[in-house]
């Protein structure tokens, strides 16, 4: 569902279609980084990969800071948002 939603979208409907484009994206950057999924668990909470990806997940979706930490294996929000702002710093953003 890439189309907008309007005023006749109830519910559910937002948050699933945010969900499917966040695993989209996940998995568009699993294939790019050669990494299985179980590599989020084992890979450091601050891996580069990780911040990239939750950073897309942020510009690309409307996923909260704290659902994409507990996803990533990121620790939790408070230790996501620093490095998203390191992240975007660095992007001269």
Known sequence: MSERMGAEHYGEERPATAEALAERIMAEEL??????????KIRP???SVKVVLAARWRAETTMTVGWIAERLALGTRGSLNPLLSHRRKLDGE
């Open 45 to 47: 909470k601050g891996d």
């Open 31 to 40: 294939k790019r980084w050669r990494w299985q999924e179980a590599d989020l």
